[in-house]
């Protein structure tokens, strides 16, 4: 137990970073399922609403809780550009992973969350953060 308290002081930020995350994917699945489900609104719109939804709850909670900045135009800008190069990155590897290794889509996916996540960290916390 005291093992684990250590790890999690010392990796406390990233910590959060993972909480929020998953944080962020409850809210873009429940606005989903509310939009799509209890509203009847649908599909594109209720998809583009929940990806804006958990985008923007994504952007606060880490801005002001994993690495305790101030929003700014700044850095909301470098976090959508992260986002869009996300993006990018998410499709190449799938590529990569679907076509040339012959790997099952969803079996490339849960290999690219890994990578994607661990790289916005770093990324986020040297340069969408940086004091």
Do not use: R
């Not at 409850?26 to 009847?40: A, P, Q, R, T």
């Not at 690495?67 to 590529?95: D, E, H, P, R, W």
Request: proline share 1%; no cysteine.
């Amino acid at each position: 137990m005291i093992v684990l308290s250590s790890l999690i002081n010392k990796y406390k930020q990233f910590v959060f970073f993972l909480f929020v995350g998953g944080s962020s994917a409850l809210v873009d699945i429940g606005s989903l399922y509310l939009f799509n489900k209890i509203l009847l609104w649908n599909n594109e719109l209720s998809i583009s609403l929940a990806f804006i939804l958990g985008l923007v709850f994504n952007y606060f909670s880490h801005t002001y809780f994993t690495f305790q900045n101030k929003a700014s135009v700044g850095n909301l800008i470098k976090y959508l550009i992260l986002v869009l190069l996300n993006y990018v990155n998410t499709i190449v590897l799938m590529y990569l992973l679907t076509e040339f290794l012959d790997i099952d889509i969803i079996v490339a996916k849960v290999i690219t969350l890994p990578i994607i996540a661990v790289t916005t960290f770093f990324v986020s916390k040297i340069w969408v953060y940086k004091n």
